[in-house]
């Protein structure tokens, strides 16, 4: 069943109402999938749970769906993870943002560092921030999570690294040591990963000085769109054999 993110808040009171659904989702809907008055979809408004929704109205430039069930399941994972990534150039921000969301991280904010390549200087370049909101939207919509996690503006690396509070701390760096993950898993979690490049030296040292431990998975050096979700699949197995 196609699942569609509204901005209109939604609530257990529109149970068997009917409402205008959002420009986006009645072309996506109804013109791109062609759907019909009877067909079914779910709807959900980023806050938590979904609903059945049946469009009851197509005209050519709008279209209505009548709410039925609420489901308040939310498919997040039992720990939260924060990422602070180093902003990358070209389409490597938009799969490590898409695939970070399909398993489940709660946040992503955005970094600069010392070898960071992609910075936001000019009112266009912020734009870059509503397109990978937009990704993890796309990406909440496809694998099923109802709460959105958000992409925040960017912030120095060593200002995200300073005010972390998470119970555990990592940072995907070469080391010839292994961190110690408690069992279970704290309900807060923190990676931080770099961009093309890595983190310096001066940056890992900056980090492990802060609480954060160093964190090698296997024996290759992962990409920065790879590490995300390499490091969100590890903790989940971490997790399931914990």
Not at 78 to 99: E, H, N, T, W
Not at 126 to 132: N, R
Not at 173 to 182: C, E, M, N, R, Y
Not at 233 to 238: Q, R
């Amino acid at each position: 069943m196609s699942r569609f993110f509204i901005e209109t808040p939604l609530s257990a009171t529109l149970i068997g109402q009917s409402i205008t659904l959002p420009d986006g989702v009645y072309h996506h809907w109804c013109k791109v999938l062609r759907a019909k008055v009877g067909d079914t979809a779910v709807l959900f408004d980023g806050t938590g749970g979904e609903y059945t929704a049946e469009l009851i109205s197509i005209d050519k430039k709008s279209a209505q769906a009548k709410l039925h069930a609420h489901n308040p399941i939310n498919r997040t994972p039992p720990f939260a993870v924060s990422i602070g990534l180093v902003m990358s150039r070209g389409d490597r921000m938009d799969y490590a943002i898409q695939k970070a969301c399909e398993m489940g991280v709660h946040q992503i904010q955005l970094l600069t560092s010392e070898r960071c390549q992609a910075h936001l200087k000019y009112e266009r370049d912020f734009k870059k921030i509503e397109h990978w909101q937009g990704v993890a939207i796309a990406a909440c919509e496809q694998c099923g999570l109802n709460i959105i996690p958000s992409i925040t503006p960017p912030v120095p690396l060593e200002s995200w690294v300073a005010d972390c509070e998470d119970a555990l701390k990592l940072v995907l760096a070469l080391s010839d040591g292994k961190p110690t993950f408690p069992s279970p898993l704290p309900s807060s979690i923190a990676l931080l990963i770099g961009a093309e490049g890595g983190l310096s030296p001066a940056e890992i040292s900056f980090a492990t000085e802060h609480g954060f431990v160093p964190w090698t998975i296997g024996e290759r050096v992962l990409r920065t769109e790879t590490a995300p979700v390499v490091a969100l699949t590890a903790l989940h197995m971490i997790h399931e054999l914990g």
